[in-house]
């Protein structure tokens, strides 16, 4: 529950975040249930943004993979193929990274985790939470 704004929180990745993250091929969360969004303005133009329920992702990973112990030996046979594999953000700053996505979401707009804004507030907990969001969802 987000107590500032009053309404759940539903954790949400992009496309990205749930190869990443879980070790899943393009065909395996198209079904699933997404959202789309526009970027915030940065350096490029806007372009739209794909976001899916974090709980469906996994949901479907422990399906795929047979289940936490099957994620974790897919991300080591992943990384030994030379992909890129991330482990997915835990405790203050998944708790961060959602309220702030949220914030954005709010304003139907996505910012990356990637901004440097955005990425110090995620991985610190520093700076201004609603300059942040009202700067960059413009």
């Known amino acids: 529950m987000d107590t500032a704004y009053g309404g759940r929180v539903v954790p949400r990745i992009n496309e990205d975040e749930a190869r990443l993250h879980y070790c899943l091929k393009d065909y395996q969360f198209r079904n699933l249930h997404s959202i789309v969004v526009c970027s915030v303005r940065t350096f490029r133009d806007p372009y739209e943004v794909r976001l899916y ?11 795929i993979h047979g289940g936490d112990v099957g994620i974790a030996n897919a991300r080591q046979f ?17 708790e961060r990274r959602n309220k702030i996505r949220q914030a954005f979401l709010m304003r139907k707009v996505y910012a990356s985790s990637v901004l440097p804004q955005v990425r110090h507030y995620v991985k610190t907990g520093r700076g201004n939470f609603e300059e942040i969001v009202c700067t960059l969802a413009v």
């Open 53 to 63: 329920d974090e709980k469906a992702i996994l949901k479907q990973a422990r399906w």
């Open 78 to 94: 992943f990384a030994e193929q030379g992909e890129r594999v991330e482990l997915p953000p835990v405790g203050p700053v998944l």
